[in-house]
């Protein structure tokens, strides 16, 4: 027995498999829960890993390019005056507001300015908004607001709220601006005229004029012979009126009365404020040569012979006023826009680059929309023209009836009845009304 239970433990397996029986195949849980994998799997899986991670790589280079070609620049700010800020596709709009606005920017030479017009325009908005109230005193409160949205949407005062919802909706879609953009150009209107009234409120009662001579001519060698003749002898008013281009030169002689600084052309004014009385100035013009061909491509800018007549202390009426305020008003602009660009508090980020860009992004849109209101306008005309000509038609058909000449008296045209003829009465001229009702 004892060799029996030695053979059968010889003939089983040392681990306790029964003896002529293979082990089990079995999956190792060890190292933690990893499985052990055949070579053939694990070259699957690692593919599919790799080609997954440069799918995930490729779209990662795909959402970034979207991202900083396209989402960057529309939501970067390219004007920030204190704390209000322009992004880039909020100046766009505002670029193809002033175009459909204004047709100056609607031609070719126009066009070119658009860019820096409309950034100029945002940034003296939001000079005013934000610098009135601390630099001026001037503020705007809720219903001087209130009465300037109405007044540009064309919404009377008394309208309902639904009136003035129609209106608000019509005027952003005409303009294309949001509701926050269409609110601010309102409020900007209204500190604007603030600004104006202020100026021109604290403009003098009498101050420095100056009474000049102009004579203007299209070309500098024109200029040249004027100041020659002049200093040859020749009256300036004689000359003016045989050579200065201005309409009026012929009754005026070229003489201008009284004006300020700030009334007269920029062009000549420093010199009419300057220069000793009974002088005469060289040729002035706009600039160099360079900038002239920018201002006006044929070169055709004018120039100025200008002679101080007198400078003295005079009324100021109140065309002047105006005009003074609104020197006042921009030169206020030009120093506080200086003294904030210096400081921080304003920034822009508005290269020729980005100019370029807007340019090119609205110019298409630009270009569908001028077509459709020239398309517009042109129907509008046919049909004035043909209410025109169906009125002409209507008149031509059935033409007014002609006064009649009421008829002669009857006792005068009647033949006397002794003649032998039965008289018969003429018919009354105008109806006679029966008597007692009937």
Known sequence: MAS??????????????????????????SGGGRFNLDSETTARLLLFGAVALVVAIAGGFLIFGYWYSVVRPRNR?????????VSYEAMKRRMSYEFLQNTAYQSQQGFQLLAPA?????????????????RLGVTLDQSEFDQKLHEKLAVPATADQRAFADAF??????????ESEFRTIA???????????????????TTLQSKVGVITTQTEDEAKAAIQRIKAGEDFSAVAKD????????????????????????????????????AISEPLTT?????????????????????????????????????????????????????????????????????????????????????AQAKKKQQDDQKAADVRSTTVAQLTASPPAAATTPAPDATSEATPASQGESASPAAPSQPVAPSNGQ
Do not use: C
């Open 169 to 178: 909706r019509t005027a952003l879609d005409k303009t294309g601006l949001t």
């Open 4 to 29: 029996q239970g030695k053979s059968g433990h010889a003939k089983g397996s040392g681990d306790g498999t029964p003896a002529g029986k293979k082990p089990a195949t079995r999956v190792s849980h």
């Open 287 to 371: 600039g160099d040569a360079a900038s002239r061909a920018g201002v006006n491509p044929a070169n055709t800018v004018p120039y100025y012979v200008v002679k101080v007549i007198d400078r003295s202390d005079q009324a100021v009426t109140d065309a002047q006023k105006s005009q003074i305020a609104g020197r006042n008003q921009r030169d206020w602009l030009k120093t506080t826009q200086d003294e904030m660009l210096g400081d921080g508090t304003y920034k822009k980020d508005w290269d020729d680059k980005s100019q370029l860009d807007a340019v090119t992004a609205i110019a298409p849109s630009l270009a569908a929309k001028l077509a």
């Open 118 to 134: 409309a950034f100029q325009a945002e940034l003296n908005e939001l000079t005013e908004i934000t610098q009135a109230g601390p």
């Open 187 to 205: 409020r900007a209107e209204a500190f604007d005229k603030k600004i104006l009234d202020k100026f021109k409120t604290d403009a003098p009662g």
């Open 77 to 85: 700010t390219v004007l920030q005056v204190a704390d209000q800020k």
């Open 243 to 278: 050579m200065s281009k201005e309409p009026d030169a012929a009754t005026t002689g070229g003489i201008k009365e009284y004006g300020p600084k700030g009334t007269l052309l920029t062009i000549y004014e420093d010199f009419a404020f300057s220069a000793d009385i009974g």
